[in-house]
């Protein structure tokens, strides 16, 4: 499959429509789960404007555990239940934050994210990770991001080998 070399464009559901495709395109075929993380951690940096970060983190012995990413170097190890990541995965909602600094008990891995959307991986009833999106542009996420991500992240579940 050949992928765009540059960014799609249009209104947000048309991006994310585009994003779809290609994510299909990658996981057809492929069943391992870090793989499919990887190509839709690095889909997602490329793909969306104003991110700083775009990863996984996977639950591993009760705390999410760094996986495949796009960014800076970010904290290897979340207690679920703290930061964005840890709440998310704790409440099973995704959290879309428009300032990072007003949350509480939020983590700071990346001094320059200033807003978060966070989508927990939730296969057979258990959470199994999260999908994490930083940008350094407060209010950057909204309804139509909450939408596009979750599709993303149902669509990586569905390919991913459990």
Avoid at 76 to 93: D, H, L, N, S
Avoid at 121 to 139: A, C, E, N, T, Y
Avoid at 150 to 156: I, K
Wanted: charged share 25%.
């Amino acid at each position: 499959m050949t992928f765009a070399a540059d960014r799609p464009t249009g209104s947000k559901p048309e991006i994310y429509y585009e994003l779809a495709l290609q994510a299909r395109g990658l996981f057809e075929g492929e069943r391992d789960a870090v793989a499919n993380a990887a190509n839709l951690a690095s889909l997602l940096y490329f793909g969306l404007e104003n991110l700083n970060w775009a990863g996984f983190y996977f639950l591993k012995e009760g705390q999410l555990v760094l996986g495949p990413f796009q960014g800076r170097p970010a904290c290897v190890r979340i207690e679920v239940g703290k930061g964005v990541c840890g709440t998310a995965a704790a409440r099973r909602e995704t959290l879309v934050v428009a300032n990072v600094h007003d949350f509480p008990g939020h983590i700071v891995c990346d001094v320059a994210s200033n807003s978060e959307i966070v989508m927990p991986l939730i296969r057979d009833g258990k959470v199994i990770g999260v999908l994490d999106i930083d940008s350094p542009i407060q209010s950057r996420f909204d309804e139509e991001d909450r939408k596009g991500l979750e599709a993303l992240a149902a669509l990586w579940l569905k390919a991913s080998a459990p």
